[in-house]
């Protein structure tokens, strides 16, 4: 600092910015948390697939390490691709559903102006 005021944006309504607000070295420490993919994926898991996670992770390190049929890997990873097909199934219907009731209405404005 060369003792000029800071000219970052100012955080939680106090006049100091990210940098020197005092809980800067505690974000600092935990910088890159829930930032990583694997943590995005996690995040944006519906709660059932989310279920599902653990038990196939350890269904892997089980058929790595030789305790664990890879036929039961295989059935399960082929379970778990299916439950993903008919999630994405199911979110592609309703943003489809969604844009055409967003069109609808637009159309309905564009009619009546």
Request: glycine share 4%; net charge neutral.
């Amino acid at each position: 600092m060369d003792g000029n005021p800071c000219t970052l944006s100012s955080v939680q309504d106090l006049d100091v910015c990210t940098a020197h607000h005092p809980d800067a070295a505690e974000w600092r420490s935990r910088g890159g948390q829930n930032k990583s993919n694997v943590q995005r994926a996690y995040k944006n898991t519906p709660s059932n697939l989310a279920e599902v996670l653990p038990r196939l992770l350890d269904a892997f390190l089980e058929t790595y390490e030789g305790t664990k049929d890879p036929k039961v890997l295989t059935a399960m990873s082929a379970g778990a691709s299916a439950m993903v097909k008919i999630h994405d199934h199911v979110m592609m219907q309703q943003e489809i559903k969604m844009a055409m009731e967003i069109a609808q209405e637009a159309l309905k404005k564009r009619n009546y102006q």
